[in-house]
């Protein structure tokens, strides 16, 4: 078989043959593990996106309820603080009354002492002027007792 320009229809299918058979096997063993692992590489990055956008959607959805929660507790710490503060001011004003009625009874106790103290002591203060006066009574007597004795001694002596 003679083929003008020399061209060898049996090297140029072998040439073919080997070629295919060279991009078969480096499609087999670069091409296709190349792929499969850049594959596998973006299903691994798409499924660590899709977690980290889950897990910052929980993340935003805990940050609602504790923020939900924080102000719920505020709300429920002011509630208390203005019951402490309101059963604070009414023991307060208990105590205040407690210790007013405590104040007019010291009082009027301090009276009633007051006025017995000034009884006894007026009562005594009489006593004693009493006495005072029975003892200087009995002075003025005995004088008048010794004066009159010795002026009926000198009239004695004198009419004597």
Do not use: C
């Not at 009493?130 to 003892?135: D, F, G, I, R, Y």
């Not at 003025?140 to 010794?146: G, K, V």
Request: zero cysteines; a negative charge; aromatic letters at 6%.
């Amino acid at each position: 078989m003679n083929v003008p320009l020399n061209i060898d229809w049996q090297q140029i299918l072998l040439h073919l043959f080997n070629f295919v058979i060279l991009a078969g096997g480096l499609y087999f063993l670069l091409y296709k593990p190349v792929r499969d692992f850049m594959d596998k590489r973006t299903a691994y990055y798409q499924s660590l996106d899709a977690d980290t956008q889950k897990k910052l959607e929980e993340a935003r959805k805990l940050e609602e309820a504790y923020q939900s929660r924080m102000a719920d507790a505020e709300k429920e710490i002011r509630e208390q603080k203005a019951r402490v503060l309101r059963e604070a001011e009414a023991k307060a004003e208990a105590v205040l009354e407690e210790a007013g009625k405590q104040k007019e009874q010291l009082m009027s106790d301090a009276v009633v002492a007051a006025r017995r103290e000034k009884e006894r002591i007026v009562e005594d203060a009489r006593v004693e002027i009493a006495e005072l006066a029975v003892a200087a009574a009995a002075k003025i007597l005995q004088d008048n007792a010794l004066k009159a004795a010795a002026g009926a001694n000198d009239k004695e002596a004198r009419h004597g």
